[in-house]
C-alpha cells in the first residue's frame, strides 16, 4: 500500500516539474502576445496615423511676428492708421487687409484682436466688398453702422468712416507667403 501511494506520488511529481505552473506560462505568453501586438501596431499603424494628421507647419512658414491660423498668416497691427493707409501698409507686405473666409476663421480672429482694427471690407455702390473684389457673403455676417470701411469689434463687423485711425489686421495665404 505504501509503495503504491509513492507511485502516485512521484507520478504527480514529475508531471509537476517545468510545466506545472499554468499560470506563470499564461502569463509569459500574454507578455509575448501583448509585445507581438505592439511590434505590429508600431509597424503597420505608424504609417497611417501620419497621412491623417497633418504635420504641423514649419516656423518659417509666416513672416517674422506674424501669426498662423487654418493656411493663413496674420498680422496685428501696433499702430493706428486710416483704412486706404491700412492696406498700403498690408500692401507693402505682399498682404491685405483681413479677408474673412469663414465662420471659424471670424470668431477666431474676434478672440485675439483687440480695439477694433480694420479689416478688408469696404463699400462700393451701397453694397461691402472685400479687398479682393469679392462681395460680401451676407450668411457670414451683417455689418452694423452706416460708415464705408470695416472693422472688426467683439460682436461682430462694424463700419465706420475710412478716415478714422484705427490699427488693422492683415492676412497672407499661405501658397503667397512662401
Not at 501596431?41 to 516656423?59: D, G
Not at 491685405?96 to 479689416?119: A, C, G, Y
Amino acid at each position: 500500500m505504501g509503495s503504491g501511494a509513492e507511485r502516485g506520488g512521484s507520478a504527480g511529481r514529475g508531471t509537476k516539474g517545468l510545466f506545472s505552473n499554468i499560470w506563470l506560462w499564461r502569463a509569459v505568453a500574454g507578455v509575448l502576445t501583448a509585445a507581438v501586438i505592439l511590434i505590429s501596431c508600431i509597424q503597420f499603424v505608424k504609417p497611417s496615423v501620419a497621412k491623417a494628421f497633418p504635420v504641423c507647419p514649419p516656423l518659417e512658414l509666416c513672416p517674422p511676428g506674424w501669426l498662423y491660423f487654418q493656411r493663413k498668416c496674420y498680422f496685428l497691427s501696433e499702430s493706428e492708421a486710416a483704412w486706404n493707409s491700412s492696406q498700403s501698409q498690408c500692401s507693402s507686405h505682399n498682404a491685405s487687409l483681413l479677408v474673412i473666409e469663414n465662420h471659424q476663421e471670424l470668431r477666431f480672429m474676434m478672440k485675439i484682436t483687440k480695439q477694433d482694427p480694420w479689416i478688408g471690407l469696404h463699400k462700393r455702390n451701397e453694397e461691402f466688398f472685400w479687398v479682393n473684389g469679392k462681395a460680401l457673403d451676407n450668411d457670414l455676417f451683417e455689418v452694423k453702422g452706416s460708415g464705408s470701411c470695416a472693422y472688426l469689434e467683439s460682436r461682430g463687423v462694424s463700419a465706420s468712416g475710412c478716415s478714422l485711425t484705427r490699427k488693422w489686421v492683415c492676412s497672407l495665404n499661405i501658397n503667397s507667403a512662401r
